[in-house]
């Protein structure tokens, strides 16, 4: 489904003049007409969170969900928060097709008990070791073969994307003054979070290592998959989904206080 083309792509003094409209107006035709040009928002989002959808009907219920947060957006704008209208819907937009996976439970509880497991007996054994364990030890550990535990982080993978985007929603969520506040609402308690909260997200960045601080930012900013990662760092698939969840688990565990259960 095509919500949206590059005919249909507005500017922002485009966008301000229909808004304006739409607020005077009510004008429903003027409201779709801006949907249909940030249409986009909805399918880009929804591609970003694919590794979560195990269906093609998912991926379409995702991208309906978006449309439909995305009337919303228009409808709740706020243009004098300072924040553009694009940054806004993708912020809102993203998080209503997380609402939706949650709701819909798509990621089975089987997995999400499994990648817990495997966090704690790699926690346990890098205590134990002073190093990070090899793939071999950790299925030793747990009391399976290596290629039991291959398995599980291959499906594992399918849920990092979720698990990432998750943990930077809430994130905003709990700190919208990253995004939305203006010189004027900034009270001191909100500069304090804001302050903190960039600090903590530095440390917990800088706290992971240089392999790890890659692949995160070839697959969730580059629009690598992990099979062009494992080609590049010269490493399997399964390799490459281990760093990447271990990665999400270490930012999770060191943003947990942020994080909106």
Same mark, same amino acid.
């Given at each position: 489904?095509?919500?949206?083309?590059?005919?249909?792509?507005?500017?922002?003094?485009?966008?301000?003049?229909?808004?304006?409209?739409?607020?005077?107006?009510?004008?429903?035709?003027?409201?779709?007409?801006?949907?249909?040009?940030?249409?986009?928002?909805?399918?880009?989002?929804?591609?970003?969170?694919?590794?979560?959808?195990?269906?093609?009907?998912?991926?379409?219920?995702?991208?309906?969900?978006?449309?439909?947060?995305?009337?919303?957006?228009?409808? &709740?704008? =706020?243009?004098?928060?300072?924040? %553009?209208?694009?940054?806004?819907?993708?912020?809102? !937009?993203?998080?209503?097709? *997380? #609402?939706?996976?949650?709701?819909?439970?798509?990621?089975?509880?089987?997995?999400?008990?499994?990648?817990?497991?495997?966090?704690?007996?790699?926690?346990?054994?890098?205590?134990?070791?002073?190093?990070?364990?090899?793939?071999?030890?950790?299925?030793?550990?747990?009391?399976?073969?290596?290629?039991?535990?291959?398995?599980?982080?291959?499906?594992?993978?399918?849920?990092?994307?979720?698990?990432?985007?998750?943990?930077?929603?809430?994130?905003?969520?709990?700190?919208?003054?990253?995004?939305?506040?203006? &010189?004027? =609402?900034?009270?001191?308690?909100? %500069?304090?979070?804001?302050?903190?909260?960039?600090? !903590?997200?530095?440390?917990? *960045? #800088?706290?992971?290592?240089?392999?790890?601080?890659?692949?995160?930012?070839?697959?969730?900013?580059?629009?690598?998959?992990?099979?062009?990662?494992?080609?590049?760092?010269?490493?399997?698939?399964?390799?490459?989904?281990?760093?990447?969840?271990?990665?999400?688990?270490?930012?999770?565990?060191?943003?947990?206080?942020?994080?909106?259960?």
């Amino acid at each position: 489904m095509n919500y949206s083309s590059k005919d249909l792509k507005i500017s922002d003094e485009e966008f301000n003049d229909l808004f304006r409209q739409y607020k005077e107006t009510g004008n429903i035709a003027v409201r779709n007409k801006i949907v249909l040009a940030y249409g986009y928002i909805p399918q880009t989002c929804a591609m970003q969170l694919r590794g979560i959808a195990s269906s093609y009907a998912q991926i379409e219920d995702m991208i309906n969900q978006g449309m439909i947060t995305l009337i919303d957006c228009v409808d &709740k704008f =706020d243009p004098d928060k300072g924040v %553009k209208f694009e940054s806004y819907a993708f912020l809102r !937009v993203k998080g209503g097709i *997380i #609402d939706l996976v949650r709701k819909q439970d798509w990621i089975p509880r089987r997995v999400r008990v499994t990648a817990r497991e495997i966090n704690d007996v790699r926690s346990i054994l890098y205590s134990e070791l002073g190093r990070e364990p090899t793939h071999e030890e950790v299925a030793e550990r747990m009391g399976v073969s290596p290629e039991k535990l291959r398995q599980y982080n291959a499906e594992i993978s399918n849920s990092v994307v979720f698990s990432f985007e998750e943990l930077i929603q809430n994130v905003s969520q709990m700190s919208s003054v990253l995004e939305s506040s203006t &010189k004027d =609402d900034i009270t001191p308690e909100k %500069k304090i979070l804001k302050d903190e909260l960039r600090l !903590v997200l530095r440390e917990a *960045i #800088d706290e992971l290592s240089e392999r790890e601080r890659l692949v995160v930012t070839l697959y969730f900013y580059e629009g690598l998959n992990l099979s062009d990662i494992s080609k590049v760092l010269d490493v399997t698939v399964q390799r490459v989904s281990q760093i990447n969840a271990r990665a999400v688990s270490k930012l999770k565990q060191k943003l947990n206080e942020y994080i909106i259960n």
